[in-house]
């Protein structure tokens, strides 16, 4: 199920911050597809790289310990 990362309906269950970067990864993934088939520009090694780490981000943001 997708959730809207801007609107209230994500804010019962992720905090602001947690938003935040899956809003990061929602861009960076629409931007990357429309650079390699709009634009016919492929992501070099840094793109993917940098998509990584974005994801290690999300991950580390989203299972953080609830206190």
């Known amino acids: 199920c997708l959730q809207v ?3 209230r309906i ?8 947690q ?3 899956i809003q ?3 861009t960076f993934s629409v931007f990357a597809i429309f650079s390699w088939f709009y ?3 492929r992501p070099t090694i840094y793109d993917s ?3 990584v780490l974005i994801i290690v981000a999300v ?4 299972w953080q310990p609830r206190v």
Do not use: M, W
């Open 19 to 21: 938003r935040k970067v």
């Open 39 to 41: 634009l016919n520009e």
């Open 5 to 7: 990362p801007a609107n």
């Open 59 to 62: 991950s580390v943001s989203i």
């Open 24 to 26: 990061e990864v929602i």
């Open 49 to 51: 790289i940098a998509f």
């Open 10 to 17: 994500g804010h019962g269950y992720f905090t602001a911050p």
